[in-house]
């Protein structure tokens, strides 16, 4: 990040390199929508272009891009609510996302799955924990809240997984 | 209570960790590629302020402030041990003002310690300086300040108003968009900062050492201003 807001272009293709996959997954898990996670992507790390001469050097990077992303998602999610509902191309409204019926062979894809089913906030919290690779601490700075409060809904995510899973288990028998 | 001890403790069976945790997915290369296109143009060293010069600019901006209202004040007579009490509780609370600019700005974010410090120091130093102003003032009926003393109060309290206002958003300027993890709690210590600045230099301008007047024009600036500053550090303190 040094290296970038010096000016280095080369620096930048590092720090994307590093840093895009892991919030990409983070915005897709957000969203639910690809479209919308690339959107949010874009935005995001225009944002981190534009603040560079405000880093601080030493600071985290990926809890502070995942908190300007985080809060772009919210941004965009407030004036979402005030506009009318989007039409897709052909002027149609757009198809509501179904729940998937088939039973996944594998079990990345089972969790893939079961971690979409999750409620928000204990989707967020393992994903920023288990799949991001934050810590305690550096998750409750990302979301806003207690380590407390992340570490519960890290548990019962994890409760609420491992029974999505053991049905997928039992269904796949 | 058990789930809460449960997650507290992390003591629940975790068949999940070292598992198949599903891969980060990638963006679609037109979209790395636009983002890099946007990012990289043109590009050139950021114009950047060092934490250092922030702490040193929003210090002579305190300073700067707290001398503006002392040369003021010096053409009104005031009791020479009044002015001198007055200086010294300007200094130890400038000594704290420094810890607080330490404690909440200063540091990285994301390496600033515990929230609970921050948060305690924006709880507690408010009640602590309206305990301080308690403690110096001259103790009067209520009756009496209503009817004699709201007048110079509230002339005194939009002065405070005024140069809290000043010291407080100078402060979150120099301080924008540093913070995206807690920019309501950085933004209320700026405030607590341009509130107590303001506060302070009052005190060594200010005639009155009644202690309605005090707890009210002076010591309520500073709680003032924190909410400001909450409110500003969502806006400005954030990328």
Partial sequence: MERYVAGDAAAFDELYRRVAPRLFGYLLRLTRNRERAEDLLQITFVKVHRARG??????????????????????????????TEDL???????????ERDEV????????????????????????????????????????????????????????SLRQRLERFQRAGR | ?????????????????????????????????????????DIAPARRLSARFRLV?????????????????????????????????????????????????????????????RVGLLLGLPVAFLVYQLGIGVAAPWGEFVTTGTGHALTCGLGAM???????????????????????VSGALAGLVGGMTSAIAIGTACRSGETHHLCLSHGAVVVAFVVVGALGGKRWLAP
């Fill in chain 2, 162 to 184: 005024l140069f809290g206002a000043i010291t407080s958003l100078g402060v979150l300027w120099l301080w924008r968009g540093t913070d995206p993890l807690t920019p309501r």
């Fill in chain 1, 88 to 98: 897709s191309d052909d002027g149609t409204l757009p198809e509501p996302v179904e």
């Fill in chain 2, 1 to 41: 209570m058990s789930e809460r001890r449960d997650a507290l403790d992390g003591d629940w069976p975790d068949t999940l960790d070292g598992g198949a945790w599903p891969e980060p997915p990638r963006p679609r290369d037109e979209v790395t590629a636009r983002i890099r296109e946007v990012c990289t143009r």
């Fill in chain 2, 57 to 117: 600019a929003s210090l002579a901006l305190s300073a700067a402030v707290f001398l503006v209202l002392f040369l003021l004040s010096s053409a009104w007579a005031k009791p020479e041990g009044a002015l001198r009490a007055a200086l010294f509780g300007a200094a130890g609370w400038g000594a704290v003002m420094v810890v607080v600019l330490l404690v909440g700005l200063v540091r990285p974010p994301g390496r600033r310690g515990p929230l609970s410090l």
């Fill in chain 1, 104 to 159: 996944p062979v594998e079990l990345a894809s089972a969790l893939e799955q079961a971690l979409d089913g999750l409620p928000e906030q204990y989707r967020e919290a393992i994903q920023l924990t288990k799949v991001s690779g934050l810590s305690l601490q550096q998750a409750a700075l990302v979301l806003g809240t207690s380590v407390t409060a992340v570490k519960l809904r890290v548990h019962r995510g994890y409760v």
């Fill in chain 1, 54 to 83: 405000s880093y601080l050097t030493g600071a985290p990077l990926l809890p502070w891009v995942l908190a300007i992303a985080r809060r772009s998602f919210l941004d965009e999610r407030r004036s979402a609510r005030l506009r």
